[in-house]
């Protein structure tokens, strides 16, 4: 069987690509076949997560061993089937690349074809340009922690902007990235 992931980033607006990868390949495999797709170097750390329909992480699946207690299932990448855990279109997925500021990509199993069997992954198509890899840490938080504020933040009309403390808060605009549809 045959896979195919479309993947997006919420970073730029015109980057697609899509990966045809066997089931039985490993994800590790396709942690491969992404970066080789975008051109980034192997030399981070990188997690794959299994989403719900609403992109919620569950399952992670991981580069490296990183848990040592055999009371929970650790997936690692390397003896991870793709097959093991993917089995619906329309699954999502995130692949965590920048782990310090949290960037990743956005995936889809658009496709799955039976009777198929594929030697290599394969990056079928591609558009636009893939972010930077890495980014300094201060001008990412500079540019994702806006306080945007409306006369109704806090449903009320009358508030001191400068008694709001931003530290310790999750400022998140609510943006979700963009449409896995009619891309590619």
């Not at 896979?3 to 495999?29: C, G, H, P």
């Not at 997560?49 to 690692?76: H, Q, R, Y």
């Not at 496709?111 to 198509?125: A, F, M």
Request: hydrophobic residues 35%; charged residues 35%.
């Amino acid at each position: 069987m045959v896979y195919k992931f479309l993947i997006l980033s919420d970073e730029v607006d015109n980057f697609a690509r899509e990966i045809t990868i066997d089931s039985e390949n490993t994800f590790l495999d396709l942690h491969n076949a992404i970066l080789d797709s975008v051109n980034y170097t192997k030399d981070e750390m990188a997690s794959f997560f299994l989403c719900d329909e609403d992109w919620e992480k569950g399952t992670e699946i991981t580069l490296m061993e990183m848990d040592s207690d055999p009371e929970f299932d650790s997936w690692v990448m390397k003896d991870t089937k793709l097959s093991d855990l993917l089995e619906d279109e329309k699954q999502k997925l995130l692949y965590i690349f920048d782990y310090l500021t949290d960037r990743a990509f956005f995936l889809e199993l658009r496709e799955i074809v039976p009777g198929e069997d594929l030697d290599q992954p394969v990056c079928s198509k591609s558009k636009g340009d893939a972010p930077k890899q890495k980014v300094e840490f201060e001008s990412f938080e500079k540019e994702n922690t806006r306080l945007e504020t409306g006369e109704s933040f806090y449903g009320e009309d009358s508030f001191e902007l400068d008694e709001l403390d931003e530290e310790g808060f999750d400022i998140n605009d609510g943006t979700s990235g963009n449409s896995l549809e009619d891309n590619l």
